[in-house]
Structure formats: C-alpha cells, structure tokens
C-alpha cells in the first residue's frame, strides 16, 4: 500500500522498545500481537503506519451515519463540559467528518478542527466548520479567547508515535487546558470475545489500548486524570442483542458493570467497556 511510512514495533525475535512507556519486555502471541507487559498496549504486528492524507481510512458518511456521530459526539459532551470553566475554544485533533465540531457549538463560543484527510477537510469546510489540513499550532488561536478543551478520538491507534503526537499537541496548551482521549480497547467484551476477528482489530490500528495504558501515558506526560472510564457506540438493536449475550455469559460481571455505571453512561458502555476514554489536564 502506498503511504506507508514505518514497521514501528517487532516482538519475539527482534528486540524493541515499547512507544508508550520504553519497556522491552513484551507477551507474544505468533507473529500477530504483542502484549507489553508494563503499560499494557496490544500492539498489532501485522501492519504499519498508514497514510491517510488523500482519503483511506474514513469516507464522508452517510447522512444517516452521520446523525449518529452527532449523537455520539454529545454523549462524549456529557464527560467533558462538567470541566469547563473558563474555556471558550474547542479542539478536536483528527476531526474527521466534523461531528464533534458541530455538536461543540452548544457548548463553546470557537471550535477548530486539524485532520491528515484532505477530503474529509474540504467536507467539513463545505459545511461551514472551522478546519484545518495541518497540525495543531495555539498561533490558531487567539490568546484571549479563553481556555482550551481538546478531544482527540479514535486517533492514537492509528499513530506510530502517540507520546510525541502528544507532546507536540502539550506544547501548544496552556496550564488548565483540558485533554479528551479516546481509544478502541483490547480489554473489552468485543475483543475478549472475537479476538483478531474483531472489527477493531485490523490494518489501521497499529494497536488496542487498555485502561493501564491510558492511565501511564497521563503519568508519564504529567497530567491530572480528571475522569476515566468506558463508553461504547453501537447501534440500539446490537446493543440489546450483546448485551443480552452478555449477561447471560458473566452475569456477574454485567451485574457489576451496572451497578459502578455513572451517571452519563449507557449500561453498555459499563458492561462491554470496548473503548475507553481518560480526561486530563494540563
Ligand atoms: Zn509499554
């Protein structure tokens, strides 16, 4: 495939540091995946870092589709804004088709958006949204707007160097900006269940997360962890059906699930846990 930039990660017969937390020391699993026993990523060994700038990855939606995100986009506004204080700008880092954007402006007086996609750019610039082909810089952003509060979803699996992504994103904050992390877990009922047929689990994503892995990047980047926790988005007739399967397979655990749920999330996003976010700040 054309764009590829770099094999990131070898396990087993090779020796390689981890990208998240340095460590060497890896579970493997036959060329396919490897489990670093520090930090807890998966990362997927079958693929490399792609190039999504002339489209790949994600199509402009459907309308349909696209109501969806809307809707999924303010779920993901119920764990931020309790966090809001004084920040007026909104950012989403690989905005994709602009959903969080859109939904962004109930709750913020500015909204910015940066993606590698150009075609998915110019969509969001036909749709009247403030967006950018480039990296995020705070120059795009007057000083006296106010605070910062950044989404950056469903991104880091796709990106052979989170950490540096991360800082470079860091630099251009100020103290009290706030940080929303989004990631596919590995850890969850749909992996632990399908395990590499998983949807989730292909050639994009250079690995699935867990929580562990969430929580050491907070540390290691020396940011308080304001919330954490687990969301999922499906649609309503496969939510009823997993989670039917689910309780009837641990029902414990489900029952667990839902007693722990707080108070912005679906009952499923507490008993599958496949994604998982972390809120930070600076
Ligand atoms: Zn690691």
């Known amino acids: 495939m054309e764009g590829v930039i770099w094999r990131w990660i070898y396990c087993g017969s090779k020796k390689m540091k981890c990208v998240i937390c340095g460590g060497g020391e890896f579970n493997y699993d036959n060329d396919i995946a490897c489990r670093c026993i520090k930090c807890n990523i998966l990362y997927n060994l079958k693929t490399k870092e792609l190039d999504y700038s002339d489209g790949g990855g994600q199509d402009i939606p459907t309308i349909e589709k696209s109501k969806q995100r809307v809707q999924n986009a303010f779920k993901r506004f119920e764990i931020i804004t309790p966090y809001k204080h004084t920040h007026n700008v909104f950012v989403d880092i690989g905005c ?5 954007l859109e939904a962004s402006k109930q709750f913020f007086d500015y909204h910015i958006g940066y993606d590698k996609n150009k075609v998915l ?12 082909n480039k990296y995020f810089e705070s120059v795009d952003i007057e000083n006296e707007l106010g605070g910062v509060m950044l989404s950056i979803n469903h991104v880091l699996e796709h990106t052979a ?3 540096d992504l991360l800082e470079d994103i860091l630099d251009n904050l100020n103290k009290n900006d706030v940080i929303y992390i989004e990631v596919p877990l590995y850890t969850g009922y749909s992996f632990t269940t399908k395990k590499y047929n998983w949807s ?11 929580m562990e892995t969430l929580e050491f990047i907070a540390n290691k980047l020396d940011l308080k962890v304001l919330d954490k926790g687990y969301r999922n988005f499906i649609t309503d007739n496969d939510n009823r ?3 039917l399967k689910n309780i009837t397979k641990n029902f ?5 699930g839902i007693l722990s749920k707080k108070s912005y999330q679906l009952t499923l996003d507490n008993v599958l846990k496949d994604y998982g976010f972390i ?3 600076k």
Not at 200 to 208: K, N, Q, T
């Open 96 to 100: 994709g088709s602009g959903e969080m």
């Open 121 to 132: 750019i110019k969509h969001t610039q036909q749709k009247g949204l403030n967006t950018f």
């Open 161 to 163: 160097n989170p950490i």
């Open 200 to 210: 989730l689990w292909y050639d994009e994503h250079l690995a699935l997360y867990s």
């Open 241 to 243: 059906a997993l989670l």
């Open 252 to 256: 414990l655990s489900t029952l667990k």
């Open 279 to 281: 809120v930070l700040k």
